[in-house]
């Protein structure tokens, strides 16, 4: 489990790097489950521990509705990492990311979107919340 601010900082940019390297190989333009798929491969041959497409309850009035709520990776079970192939990002993408992070207790969060030229300049992005604040810097 990470503790600090630095190792999660350290896993995001592993994260970033093994995005980057399947939009090298792909491109943009194919749909998100292809990019899901490749990524899934890519963490695996970095060694980096995920679980893929949870299903996440919502707690409504003490009660546990599943609400199809799917969660792209859970990484290392401290950042969520929600993937699109979309023309732009959108208010309600970031919205979504945030409620998952909340919904999992996640100290960060990243957006990628696969359908730009360039991933590591207009495709990626990367939220904390105060769960993060909480963790010692070093």
Not at 6 to 14: I, N, V
Not at 58 to 77: C, M, N, P
């Amino acid at each position: 489990m990470i503790a600090t601010q630095k190792e999660l900082d350290e896993l995001t940019y592993k994260i970033n790097g093994a995005a980057i390297e399947v939009h090298k190989h792909l491109g943009p333009g194919l749909l998100e489950s292809v990019y899901q798929k490749c990524l899934a491969e890519e963490l695996r041959l970095r060694n980096i521990s995920f679980q893929q497409e949870l299903i996440l309850p919502i707690q409504y009035k003490g009660i546990s509705v599943l609400a199809d709520l799917r969660l792209d990776f859970f990484i290392e079970k401290n950042i969520v990492v929600e993937l699109k192939s979309v023309s732009e990002i959108l208010p309600i993408h970031q919205a979504q990311l945030m409620t998952y992070m909340k919904l999992m207790k996640a100290p960060q969060g990243i957006l990628l979107n696969f359908n730009v030229v360039n991933l590591y300049h207009e495709g990626q992005k990367t939220f904390v919340n105060n769960y993060f604040s909480n963790l010692d810097r070093d």
